[in-house]
């Protein structure tokens, strides 16, 4: 028994040691396992690391040990049509401070004071970025005029301050300041990048911006370059220039002129005007008024704003919207909303009922259709009946019996009416399309529109009466123009445009602009006669009369809007080109809702296409061509003829077709008046002074008023004072337009002899 107890011990020992071995070997094989799934794992891993997500982890490591430092490209330049600079750059700095580099507190502190007291920006704004210890370049202020940067250089030397540094970069500069503003625009910085806002600066941006250079270097542990051969540079590349189709000399002009209409008459929806090449669509000046400085466009004068006049609509909508919690966050709203009006070209982006001057395309489509003739006559009795409407002329009374041409010279609206009636409803729509008033007319500047016309199926008899003369219908002003163009230019319509040419940096021509032909809308009779009859009406007395310009033949049309249904408000304008024989250039101006003084184109617009044209058709090189009448009237530029021997000087004034008068008894003259370089209508007359001092000084006259009179009626009453007299904005001396100013004014003590310049002015209506 007791031998078999001993083997059962032996047996059970066995058996626990067997089970220890078993234990231990399966402790052996999850051990494996795991190490096995660990392998598997980092395996996985770096097969993530090294292959999958490659790309990752070397981006992240090189951004790590990889400086960036980019520099900014020039913007390109725009010039006008003679290299003119109208938008520029000039260096400025971006300050920036390194966090990591400041050596403690204490130089923090002083960063953070000298920064603020140079540069105006506020010290606790800087201070938290010095704590910003990781960073090596944090931005305290862009576009650092550089007498301010040179002062942080200063400070930074004064201090050995290596934590402060600046970075090269442009700003930009409009030399002209407020010359073509709403052309030019301007542009803004968003996300550190110069952008186009408005204009050319808009719609050539892509051109005008260029690209930004960078350096790659690497970097230490501590986040600094490290000194190794390891660098990258992708040269800057600026923007290309813009050479543009606008004459700084011609914009000059036109923006002096229609600042003078916007004074007399002080227009709710401000005024516009457009110069163009008839023959190439290229735009000389384009102006809307008020205007604003291009280097400071978001500072703008309440006393400018105040001119700017936003639709109810749109205050009532801020008013009674709840974003805006209070009076001064709607009053805010407001001026904003103003600016935007400000900044907007009205010659591109706003719509308007443009009267009258669309006789024009009423009567070239009805000759051009054979529906009408130029001899054929209508009778006007101041109002035609259409459908169920009586629709009145300008001219109450009536004009009478007139023909189709005499119509368009008079600006009747019941013989435009019968033109209209005698082409079609369907072939008016077909020339209005033709001459692009469907469309835009694809200028090249930003936010064009193109205005509303009726439905086809909704032009009716009544709508086609009202169109015939301009009504109930909107364009803009460049459609108008260029629909006109297409007139004087012998029947093609062709795109306007802004830009003449893209150069690069080195002045290599990139893209060049030719003229672009749409289509032929006339042919070359029709607008040969629509030409002849537009300027016969101005120099016959029609209602454009007031565009005369002595020495070149005009062909203009006047126009007097209502603004829709019920309003009292209108629009005032006159489109014109010259010269009417050879047409090269075409102005339009229109005045939105005068509101003093005359509400008539012909009246308040006409007249400043005629000074407009006066002045810059010799500047572009149009010579005038006078009649034997104007031949007559011609002014006459003085010579100097003080220190010459009174016989010489009466002897050489008799012989100039001039006048003159002695004073005094000596045998020289010591002073004329009027001086040398006047310009004095033919037998006027130089007061001829031959004592000099106190006797001179006694020889005045009070200016007398002139104020209602024809020119003859003014020329003698200004001779009977010893006065000379120059006639401006009339025919002649014997046109019977009335004088609405003079200079110098009634009442002013002058010099005999004294030359009183008389702005004369038809009563125009249309």
Not at 332 to 360: C, D, F, H, R
Not at 543 to 572: L, M
Request: charged share 25%; hydrophobic share 40%.
């Amino acid at each position: 028994m007791a031998k078999i107890d001993i083997q059962k011990r032996e047996s059970k020992s066995i058996y626990i040691k067997g089970g220890k071995y078993k234990f231990k070997t399966a402790r052996v094989a999850v051990t494996v396992v795991l190490l096995v799934l660990a392998l598997i794992l980092v395996v996985q891993q770096l097969y993530k690391i090294q292959v999958t997500e490659a790309a990752l982890y070397k981006n992240n490591s090189l951004r790590q040990r990889i400086g960036i430092i980019e520099s900014d490209p020039a913007r390109g330049a725009i010039y006008d049509r003679n290299m003119n600079i109208l938008a520029d750059v000039v260096q400025v700095r971006q300050v920036l401070i390194s966090p990591a580099d400041i050596v403690n507190d204490e130089e923090a502190v002083m960063i953070a004071t000298g920064l603020s007291s140079i540069l105006g920006v506020d010290y606790d704004e800087i201070y938290e970025k010095t704590q910003w210890k990781d960073r090596y370049g944090t931005n305290i202020k862009h576009r650092v005029e550089m007498a301010v940067a040179e002062q942080v250089l200063e400070f930074k030397e004064k201090y050995n301050i290596k934590a402060i540094f600046l970075k090269p970069q442009f700003k930009r500069v409009y030399p002209y300041n407020e010359l073509a503003s709403q052309t030019i625009g301007f542009t803004v910085v968003k996300n550190d990048i110069m952008t186009g806002e408005f204009g050319l600066e808009k719609y050539y941006d892509d051109y005008l911006c260029g690209n930004p250079g960078r350096i790659v270097t690497v970097k230490n542990a501590f986040g600094r370059s490290a000194d190794l051969d390891y660098t990258s540079c992708i040269q800057v590349q600026n923007g290309s220039n813009i050479v543009s189709t606008i004459d700084v000399e011609v914009q000059s002009i036109f923006e002096k002129n229609l600042a003078a209409a916007f004074a007399d008459s002080l227009p709710r929806e401000r005024v516009t005007g457009i110069i163009m090449d008839v023959r190439t669509g290229e735009i000389y000046a384009m102006v809307s008024l008020p205007s604003y400085d291009l280097n400071a466009p978001g500072e703008v004068g309440a006393e400018t704003l105040d001119l700017i006049n936003l639709d109810p609509w749109t205050i009532t909508s801020i008013e009674n919207d709840e974003k805006y919690k209070s009076e001064e966050e709607k009053e805010k709203k407001i001026l904003e909303e103003k600016l935007q009006k400000l900044w907007q070209n009205k010659a591109v982006s706003s719509s308007y009922e443009p009267g009258s001057t669309m006789k024009t395309l009423t009567l070239s489509a009805a000759l051009e259709e054979k529906a009408v003739n130029e001899n054929e006559s209508f009778y006007c009795s101041g109002v035609h009946s259409v459908a169920d409407r009586s629709i009145a002329c300008h001219l109450r009374s009536g004009h009478g019996w007139l023909t189709a041409a005499e119509g368009l010279m008079q600006s009747c609206n019941p013989v435009a009416m019968r033109a209209a009636e005698k082409l079609g409803a369907s072939a008016y729509l077909k020339y209005f399309n033709a001459f692009g008033y469907n469309q835009k007319t694809g200028i090249d500047l930003p936010f064009e529109t193109s205005g509303v016309m009726h439905k086809p199926e909704n032009f009716r008899s009544v709508e086609l009466a009202t169109a015939s003369f301009g009504q109930r219908f909107e364009i803009t002003p460049i459609q108008l123009i260029a629909g006109v163009a297409a007139i004087a230019n012998g029947g093609k319509l062709i795109t306007p445009h802004v830009v003449k040419a893209i150069l690069d940096d080195d002045g290599n021509v990139i893209k060049e602009f030719e003229p672009e032909i749409k289509r032929t809308v006339l042919s070359e009779n029709t607008a040969t006669k629509i030409t002849r009859i537009l300027a016969d009406g101005v120099a016959s007395g029609g209602a454009a009369r007031n565009a005369f310009v002595k020495g070149y033949e005009i062909a203009a049309k006047t126009g007097t809007s209502e603004k829709g249904v019920g309003t009292t408000a209108n629009i005032a304008s006159c489109v014109a080109y010259a010269p009417a024989d050879d047409p090269k250039f075409a102005i339009l101006v229109v005045v939105d809702e005068p509101t003093v003084g005359s509400i008539y184109g012909g009246m308040v617009a006409a007249p400043v296409v005629a000074k407009t044209f006066a002045e810059i058709l010799p500047y572009l090189g149009v010579e005038p061509a006078y009649t034997e009448k104007e031949l007559d009237e011609r002014l006459i530029i003085l010579r100097n003829y003080e220190n010459q021997e009174i016989i010489s000087a009466a002897e050489d004034i008799t012989a100039r077709g001039l006048k003159y008068t002695i004073i005094g008894g000596g045998e020289y003259v010591r002073e004329q008046s009027p001086k040398a370089g006047c310009s004095l209508m033919k037998s006027g007359n130089i007061v001829l002074f031959t004592e000099s001092g106190d006797e001179t000084a006694r020889e005045t006259t009070v200016v007398p008023n002139v104020y209602g009179l024809s020119a003859v009626e003014s020329n003698n009453r200004l001779a009977g004072a010893k006065l000379n007299i120059n006639i401006n904005g009339a025919e002649g001396m014997e046109s019977r337009a009335a004088a609405i100013g003079q200079n110098p004014e009634a009442g002013e003590t002058v010099k005999i002899g004294t030359i009183v310049n008389v702005e004369f002015r038809h009563n125009s209506t249309d």
